[in-house]
């Protein structure tokens, strides 16, 4: 049954987060400071803290400005990696928050597969649907990226052993087989993936993701097929003919490896980001993504959209797939990150027939569901697309200033929306421009071989581009 909107939207006061000119940069230590490396150093002591970077207070981190535990305020362009919506502390949020409904939520936290509370449709409703990717009227809610990807897989796992078996249930064979990890029930089926990509850490995930070493080495994995993304060469509008041949051939390999992979182990689903961002920042054009869908539909394939990164509204747009002018739309689009909570949208016909087949203790989180309605209203309020769409021009500009008057350190500048990122020569000047913006006020990330990434909130305006843009070219 379709859910609609039935109840008023929550009037939140309209609230303006302080301006860059209001609250200065202000490093007053090294960072991390000694505060910081006290604190990991004992925490050291517990757990692994090589990727630490340094500890925040939270309490005294607003918009978009996070403060260390040494008092040191820094212009955050990177949000958790990506995860920050509209900013450290905004007000709509933390009213959201101390509503009865979401304390009850915090303190009872419900099975949601099971027990649903009584306001479960109705936030359903408003978080998710409306702002659905368009083609979609069903959406699964997860506790994280990895999990919403690991339960589209399944799902389509699911329904290309039902239309194999013409869409009965699955008979007693199939059952007492998948007890011993053995076919039929554990059929040997595929998904594809591409390299640079990255879709999460458990098993199922990270058999699909292939950008770190790191994250994949000693771990046991699926025998998935992985094909080459198209890396486009740059300045895009001086490349055009070299670009086209290059996704063409892309699409050329993952139509051959269909057919190499359909004798002995069938693909049933293959999973791209719209932009592989932990991957390095790398873009495809919409003429690329419409071949893929093609080519899936030609072979029974479910088409899933990974969009935990670029979901939420960064690239201007809240659904970056939406942009690819598809015939049709995909079959799942994954999200998290921004979106508070994650899940996946998907079409009816992927819905498992049975119960408990996507499921576990949570389902998500009611009380993060709570603040993703919140974050919709506000970015709907204050025109946040909008905001993110002009302070990428801003930051485009800048960039593309800095590339033409330093090409030796600047190079294949891309984005969309404040979804940015560029190369620079080599790895070590990389860690090294980071670590020198961050002593000076500013965090950013990085991603692939040698990229720099930004991932500002959706409140990042005209301000903060300055402060970031000056900052940069002093520390170039």
């Known amino acids: 049954m379709a859910l609609r909107n039935i109840v008023p939207k929550l009037m939140l006061p309209s609230i303006r987060l302080s301006s ?18 006290q604190m990991k150093e004992k925490l050291g002591t517990i757990q692994n803290t090589e990727a630490v970077n340094f500890f925040v207070d939270y309490e005294k981190s607003q918009g978009n400005y996070i403060v260390d535990v040494d008092g040191n305020r820094i212009l955050d362009a990177f949000t958790q990696i990506s995860s920050i919506p509209i900013g450290y502390n905004h007000p709509a949020l933390i009213e959201a928050v101390q509503s009865k409904s979401a304390v009850t939520a915090s303190v009872n936290r419900p099975a949601l597969g099971m027990f649903p509370p009584a306001d ?4 359903v409703d408003d978080a998710f649907l409306s702002i659905a990717p368009k083609g979609f009227s069903h959406v699964q809610q997860m506790a994280c990226g990895t999990c919403a990807v690991e339960n589209a897989l399944k799902c389509a796992f699911f329904k290309y052993r039902n239309d194999e078996r013409g869409g009965s249930e699955p008979v007693e064979v199939d059952m007492t087989s998948c007890m011993n990890n053995e076919a039929p029930g554990s059929p040997s089926l595929a998904a594809m993936s ?12 990270l058999s699909l993701t292939r950008t770190k070493p790191i994250h994949k080495v000693d771990v046991p994995a699926f025998d998935w097929p992985c094909v080459d993304f198209p890396i486009l060469k740059y ?10 041949k290059i996704e063409k051939e892309c699409l050329a390999k993952v139509e ?88 996946f949208y998907y079409q009816k016909s992927f819905e498992p027939k049975q119960g408990y087949r996507v499921f576990n203790t949570w389902v998500g989180d009611p009380l993060r569901l709570s603040l993703l309605k919140t974050t919709v209203q506000v970015i709907k309020r204050d025109s946040l697309l909008d905001l993110a769409k002009k302070s990428g021009n801003i930051l485009m500009d800048g960039l593309n200033h800095l590339q033409a008057s330093k090409p030796n350190m600047i190079s294949r500048l891309r984005g969309m ?44 305006d005209k301000n903060e581009c300055e402060i970031f843009l000056s900052t940069l070219e002093k520390c170039l």
């Open 417 to 460: 929306g404040t979804f940015i990122a560029f190369d620079l020569p080599s790895e070590e000047l990389r860690g090294k421009l980071i670590n020198d913006m961050l002593q000076k006020g500013v965090l950013i990330g990085g991603c692939g071989k040698t990229a720099i990434r930004l991932r500002p909130s959706l409140i990042f």
């Open 194 to 205: 591409f390299k640079s990509g990255f879709h999460g850490r458990t098993l199922g995930s």
């Open 256 to 343: 051959e490896t269909f057919h190499k992979w359909k004798s002995s182990k069938p693909i049933a689903a293959l999973i791209v980001e719209p932009i592989q961002a932990e991957g390095g920042d790398n873009h495809a054009s919409p003429h690329f993504f419409q071949g893929l869908q093609k080519i899936c539909k030609e072979h029974n394939c479910a088409f899933i959209i990974d969009e935990v990164q670029t979901g939420g509204g960064p690239t201007g747009q809240m659904w970056a797939h939406e942009t690819w002018n598809l015939p049709t739309p995909p079959d799942f689009v994954t999200f998290s990150k921004k979106m508070h909570i994650a899940g």
């Open 235 to 244: 300045p895009l509008e001086e490349n055009v003919a070299d670009n086209e």
């Open 120 to 123: 479960f449709i109705d936030s």
């Open 20 to 37: 860059a000119a209001a609250i200065p940069k202000l490093v007053t230590s090294s960072v991390p400071g000694p505060k910081s490396q």
